[in-house]
């Protein structure tokens, strides 16, 4: 089953030409999809058409109506004077269209995430006072109470080290191997990416170079 698809999209930014040019892939539920590339290749600008944040792309995108996302962490304020808790069960906000307060079950899904992904003993910890790779893990869960069924992340393990990248890379394969998460992520870290994934994709001037499974990429596959 494929729960995203992407027919033929195109965008161009008003200073620039070209950005995304005739791209189309699917996303199949329950697998890890990575999407590789240079700077500037269209990355996060393909992301940003499938959450609906870049108006104007020609083409036609058909997806889930909720959709768990985690943006690069330069767009992340990392000294929120908030706690764990309360920014993992901001999460849900999307759910709560008709009233400002948080629902019953809407706690409830913040505590199975947090639960799941170890930092509801830490709950109360203010979200500034955590290390990066634990404010990843706080923003992972935060997309997981927008949806079960699928979240996007861009660059998530950007700026961290060796060692807690590869605890992000692991989390999300639990996550998909044990909840049927699908996931959706752009990572400059083509190691990672070809060590976890189901399937890579990989832009150059906006277009796709390749797609496949990560034993084809790395042998150097056509698309």
């Known amino acids: 089953m494929n729960l995203i698809q992407i027919k033929d999209v195109s965008f161009n ?10 791209v189309s892939f699917d996303v199949k539920k329950g697998t890890f999809t990575c999407i590789v ?9 393909l992301l940003k058409c499938i959450l609906n944040l870049n108006k ?21 304020q990392s000294n ?11 999460g849900t906000i999307g759910n709560n269209i008709k009233s400002i307060f948080y629902k019953k079950e809407d706690k409830e899904t913040a505590k199975k995430v ?3 992904l170890e930092i509801y003993d830490i709950r109360k910890t ?10 990843q893990r706080v923003l992972i869960a935060r997309a997981l109470c927008a949806t079960d069924e699928i979240i996007i992340l861009d660059e998530p393990t950007n700026g961290l080290d ?10 999300l394969d639990a996550l998909k191997n044990n909840d049927n998460i699908t996931i959706l992520m752009v990572s400059h870290d083509i190691e990672r990416a070809t060590t976890y994934a189901d399937e890579v994709i990989e832009l150059e001037d906006g277009e796709i170079k390749f797609i496949g499974t990560p034993s084809s990429f ?4 056509a698309k």
């Not at 929120?80 to 069960?89: D, G, T, Y």
């Not at 203010?126 to 404010?135: E, K, M, P, T, Y």
């Not at 060796?162 to 989390?171: G, R, T, V």
């Open 80 to 90: 929120f004077p908030a706690s764990i808790e309360e920014v993992v069960l901001s």
């Open 126 to 135: 203010c979200f500034a006072d955590l290390s990066g790779g634990q404010q």
């Open 13 to 22: 930014y008003p200073t620039k030409k070209d950005t995304l040019k005739h």
């Open 162 to 171: 060796p060692s807690i990248s590869i605890q992000i890379y692991e989390l």
């Open 218 to 221: 790395k042998q150097g596959g």
């Open 37 to 45: 590339g240079e700077n500037g290749s269209g990355k996060s600008t």
């Open 56 to 76: 104007g792309y020609t083409g036609e995108i058909i997806k889930p109506e909720r959709i768990g996302y985690l943006p690069q962490k330069n767009f992340i």
């Open 114 to 116: 947090m639960k799941e």
